[in-house]
């Protein structure tokens, strides 16, 4: 049985970056004097806001694909596109709190990553199926 622990240690290192996207919503907050529970009031804290919102809506959509790419085709190439999906994630962020017009290019690049893992994924299985049947 394959380990997966280049998959593992992807998985850890993209939930980090989620952690750092929470982070900077609080200092966010922090500089704008905005208080939670309140989610408007300062376009920078909100830009944070969305950056964070909006990777936690595909992370399930990467995560999934992730780990279904590395049992059903290779761990390292896996773990490869989980890097470029990290990557992407972080520009998007780094790009949307700066100018919501500098977001696409971050965003592209972990989507395709995304759909790599998923379709690839999701490929294999029906391979497997047709071919093995069960």
Partial sequence: ????????LVTVAALLVYVWMGVRVGRARAQSGVAAPAMTGDPILERHIRVQANTLEWLPIFLAGLWLFAIYWNDL???GLGVVWIVGRILYAVGYVADPKKREAGFMIQMAASALLLLGAAGRILWTLAIVGA
């Fill in 1 to 8: 049985m394959q380990p997966h622990s280049y998959v593992a």
């Fill in 77 to 79: 190439i896996a773990a």
